[in-house]
């Protein structure tokens, strides 16, 4: 990259991981394993969410790192979205923004880039929640504490938050000209905490309290292992497809209950089992500059196992996602019509119920980007609007804009 490249991409960088979630998040999200918020780029994004089978040594996908062959050049992807939320139920409206932690990843050629090391970080699901009822206690009166108990009102505050993050370290083969193969080792860690408080006020509401206020804080540190398999293969002239699947596999998890005014803590270990993932896509171009491509990811978590309260509510989830592109050109003064165009749709059902329904998300997507002159590196953007569940059947209703960017850059190293 040129000097003013780099500026422009650590600063971006810097923008991105300085980034915070914010402390709010859809109700969807409240219980249970959280939020999808995996990130691949803005240009999957913008085209509604498929990619396994794309391919493209300029504008590298780990969508797929089966895909990576053929780079010669190592290759840096950071990505990561915003999105303001707008979230109804029959009694309450609620609006919350989040920015998420950026996923990074690295992919280094070798033997001239027909064999690709990559390693990275991204999220997984995540929750951020904060909700306060309020509470009405039947306690003695202090004034007269043998006589008839008198109603206390208060404040019951419950606060989830929480992240799971995977590095995936691995590499990818190109076998000859129309078939590459990848695998990647996948570990995950985090750690997901309930807090639960209970201020008690006095009978009128004024004055400071002779009850202190009781609080439980429940945490799950996460700890797991898995392998990713892909696959990636042009079978018949420029049509493409691409396959992955993470077989099943478990987490670790380190129960910790602490609760105010008790010595100590209650520590309780268990192993939450979590079912394969498979995915296939294809792309093929259908005239001139454009391409459609589609894909499907299924995770059947009815097979989930682990913890009782959830896996009643467990259901087995799955994504498709169809779009257009059309691929960026190099016409001199062709102005706007030299950029790319994204266009995308995709449905899918969340892993878990909420009011005894089905949750289902649809999401559609536009967006675009720029490469450096010299083709050293790129920007992407993509936004989206998506609407989850619905209030006649989950008793919820969410409404999400959501502002994807990536950065990803090339550099010679010999």
């Known amino acids: 990259m040129s000097s003013p490249q780099r500026i422009a991409a650590l600063a971006a960088l810097g923008l991105l991981l300085g980034a915070a979630a914010a402390p709010a998040q859809s109700p969807f999200a409240l219980t249970n394993l959280g939020q999808d918020i995996r990130a691949s780029d803005a240009r999957i994004e913008g085209r509604g969410g498929w990619g396994a089978a794309e391919s493209d040594t300029l504008s590298p996908s780990f969508h797929n790192i089966a895909s990576l062959p053929g780079l010669r050049h190592v290759a840096i992807a950071v990505c990561g979205y915003a999105a303001l939320t707008a979230s109804e139920s029959a009694t309450d409206s609620r609006h919350t923004s989040r920015v998420t932690t950026p996923s990074v990843r690295l992919g280094l050629p070798l033997a001239g880039g027909r064999a690709v090391v990559t390693a990275g970080f991204r999220a997984l699901r995540g929750t951020q929640y904060t909700t306060e009822t309020p509470l009405e206690s039947l306690l003695p009166d202090p004034a007269d504490p043998l006589g008839d108990p008198v109603v206390f009102h208060g404040t019951r505050t419950l606060v989830r938050e929480g992240t799971q993050f995977e590095v995936p370290l691995g590499g990818a083969w190109r076998v000859n000209d129309r078939l590459s193969l990848g695998a990647t080792l996948n570990l995950v860690r985090g750690v997901v905490r309930e807090r639960l408080r209970d201020d008690i006020g006095t009978p009128d509401g004024t004055g400071d309290s002779p009850y202190v206020a009781v609080s439980e804080v429940l945490a799950d540190d996460i700890s797991g292992l898995s392998t990713t398999w892909s696959v990636q293969a042009r079978p018949w002239r420029e049509l493409r497809v691409g396959a992955t699947v993470t077989p099943g596999h478990g987490?670790?998890?380190?129960?910790?209950?602490?609760?105010?005014?008790?010595?100590?803590?209650?520590?309780?270990?268990?192993?939450?089992?979590?079912?394969?993932?498979?995915?296939?896509?294809?792309?093929?171009?259908?005239?001139?500059?454009?391409?459609?491509?589609?894909?499907?990811?299924?995770?059947?978590?009815?097979?989930?196992?682990?913890?009782?309260?959830?896996?009643?509510?467990?259901?087995?989830?799955?994504?498709?996602?169809?779009?257009?592109?059309?691929?960026?050109?190099?016409?001199?003064?062709?102005?706007?019509?030299?950029?790319?165009?994204?266009?995308?749709?995709?449905?899918?059902?969340?892993?878990?119920?909420?009011?005894?329904?089905?949750?289902?998300?649809?999401?559609?997507?536009a967006g675009t980007g720029l490469t450096f002159r010299d083709q050293t590196g790129h920007l992407d953007v993509a936004l989206s609007y998506g609407w989850v569940g619905d209030r006649q059947d989950n008793g919820l209703a969410d409404r999400t804009w959501r502002l994807t960017v990536s950065l990803a850059g090339l550099e010679r190293w010999w």
């Not at 682990?306 to 467990?314: D, L, S």
């Not at 030299?338 to 059902?349: A, E, H, K, T």
């Open 251 to 365: 987490w670790d998890m380190t129960r910790t209950r602490d609760m105010l005014g008790l010595p100590g803590s209650r520590t309780q270990l268990y192993e939450l089992r979590l079912p394969a993932t498979w995915t296939l896509g294809a792309q093929a171009p259908v005239h001139g500059r454009w391409r459609a491509g589609g894909e499907f990811e299924s995770q059947p978590f009815g097979d989930f196992s682990g913890n009782p309260a959830w896996e009643a509510e467990m259901v087995d989830a799955w994504r498709w996602s169809v779009g257009v592109e059309r691929a960026e050109q190099w016409r001199r003064r062709g102005g706007w019509r030299n950029l790319p165009v994204r266009l995308g749709i995709s449905r899918q059902r969340w892993p878990y119920r909420v009011g005894g329904a089905d949750v289902l998300e649809t999401r559609i997507a």
